[in-house]
């Protein structure tokens, strides 16, 4: 008889909005999980988690998603925003970086856009229903 285990770490639990998210290791991955939706997160280590808004329709998540670089290390979070209506992923992109320029994030909840303008990245503009 073949047994399989699945092992599934949960180092992280939030509640917010009646709904509960979980950070799981799924696969040597960590994924951020809800009852409806999973999302696959950016990290480079042990994504930690900041901070937790609720506003507008929508989830801000911000998290710290590790270091990257060779010659030069770098500090990021992210900040990842979930539409409540549908629960999917609008965009998941640094917000802060250490010991540099952050992006400048515009979130209008109003005409549900999001404007990123990241000095050590890529620039985007996500709209969302």
Known sequence: MLLRILL???FSSLLFAKAQYEVKKIDDKFVLV???NKFQLKYNGKPKF???TVKDGITIIEYYSGEF???KIFKISNR???NNNNNELI???PYK???QENPKWIID???KKIIISDPNGIDQKKSYQ
Do not use: C, L, R
């Open 80 to 82: 990842m925003i979930i």
């Open 8 to 10: 599934i770490f949960s």
């Open 50 to 52: 900041e901070s937790v």
């Open 109 to 111: 909840t109003k005409k």
């Open 69 to 71: 670089g060779t010659s």
């Open 91 to 93: 965009i998941d992109a």
């Open 97 to 99: 970086y250490e010991n």
């Open 34 to 36: 809800s009852e409806k």
